[in-house]
Structures are given as C-alpha cells and as structure tokens.
C-alpha cells in the first residue's frame, strides 16, 4: 500500500490518521501502531480531521467518506461526489468552512467545491478558465491560493476573480506546474516541477530553492512549529 494523506487530530494529539490506496489506517499511541478501520480497497487521496471526532476522507471514484468517532467507523457522505477524485480537503476554521477540490488530469475535469458546516450545504466555486487545478491552500484572511498547470493563482474569500501569481526568480516567470502548496502568516512555498519557490510576502516577491540535483518538487508536509519537509522524485 501506499501513503498518501496525513492528519493528526485536533483534540487527542496522540492520535494519527493515515489514507492509503487500502483505506485509511488510525494510530492511537503516538504513531507507534497503526490499525485499519474502513473497508479495504479504498484508494484514499486526502484527509482532514475537523474537531469533534469528525474525519472527512476524499476517496478515488467513491466520493466523500466521513467519521464521526475519531476514524472507528466510516460511512459515504455526498453522493454528489461520487465518480470524482478527490484531490484536497481543506477546512477553514475561522469562517466554518469546508474546501474540497476534485478532478481528474485535464482542466475540464477541475472543480471547488465549498461546504457551510453550519447548514452542510454545499456550493461550486468557479475556477480559472481551462486550468488543470491540482491543490487549493489558504491565507489567515481566507484569500485561496490555486496550486495549477500553470503556476499559482490568487483569488478572494469567495474564489474569483483570479489573478496568476508570477513565479519570477532571476527575472524569468517559469510558469511551472504546481504539486502542492503551504502556506503560513504571509510565507506562502509553491512545490513544482521547476523547484520550490518560496515568498514571505505573500507572493510579490520569490526566491528558487534548490533540492538536491533535480528540480521537481512532489509534496510539502508542515509541523506547528513551521518546520517544513518537502519530498522529491526518487
């Protein structure tokens, strides 16, 4: 099986979820020991743990899952979802939200999707034109960032309009695609096939990070503390 999505829970620390292309897998000891408790087979995609004991699980041609005992039992949530890869959950606690980005390879296949968790209603965030969306993050004051094919895209609280952020470093913009993004105060790290590209502004100005001899950025994972690991291409 592979890893594929990480969380740790909000009230109990001691407590990890881990999705994987057989389900998702829980550790109540620290990550010492992990058991599955949803059905095998599930390609698992992303997670976010939400407080409560309240999990959602992004899950390859099923849809949304959903936990409401700390991750010991699963049932589907959203037949809406169903068929669509679920590429990123994001929660915004500060205006009670729910993000969730679906879709397949190809821009036509890209949607944004917000959920109110005060009425669990769901609505479609329009998306830039003929853009393949890959992640979705977002700052303090709910402003989303578009992790794209084409580099990165800053929009407002509700989405549009989009403007494309230029990734300049050395003078050039490299309009990379974009795998992954983390952002934390106004430092906002863009992980792509041309490196990662790292602003402290909140994107006017960048800087090219090098790792290692290639170039091509896959994953960013973050601790509380702001320490940040970010994984290559073998």
């Known amino acids: 099986r592979r890893t594929r999505a990480f969380a ?40 976010v743990a939400l407080g409560g004991g309240r999990i959602l699980a992004g899950v390859e041609g099923e849809g949304l899952f959903v936990s409401a005992d700390f991750g010991r039992s699963w049932q589907a949530s959203n037949d809406g979802f169903r068929e669509r890869l679920v590429r990123r959950i994001v929660s915004d606690e500060s205006r009670n939200r729910v993000l969730v980005l679906t879709g397949a390879d190809g821009p036509k296949n890209s949607a944004l999707f917000e959920m109110d968790r ?14 393949d969306v890959r992640t979705v993050a977002l700052f303090e004051g709910g402003e989303m960032v578009l992790g794209t094919d084409d580099g990165a895209f800053l929009g407002t609280q509700a989405g549009p309009p989009w403007v494309r952020m230029p990734l300049n470093a050395a003078g050039l913009d490299a309009h ?8 934390h105060g106004s ?13 402290r502004d909140r994107g006017k100005t960048w800087a090219l990070i090098r790792l290692g001899t290639g170039s091509s950025v896959v994953a960013l994972a973050a601790a509380p503390s702001g320490r940040v690991i970010a994984a290559t291409p073998l």
């Open 118 to 131: 005060r009425s669990e209603g769901w609505q479609r965030i329009e998306l830039p034109k003929d853009r």
């Open 8 to 47: 740790q829970d909000q009230n109990r620390p001691d407590t990890f979820y881990v999705g994987t292309t057989d389900g998702v897998y829980i550790s109540t000891d620290n990550a010492k020991t992990f058991t599955r408790t949803s059905q095998s087979g599930l390609v698992v995609n992303a997670l």
């Open 176 to 183: 990379p695609h974009v795998a992954d993004l983390y952002i």
């Open 187 to 199: 430092r906002l790290l863009v992980a792509s096939d041309h490196g990662l590209f790292s602003s």
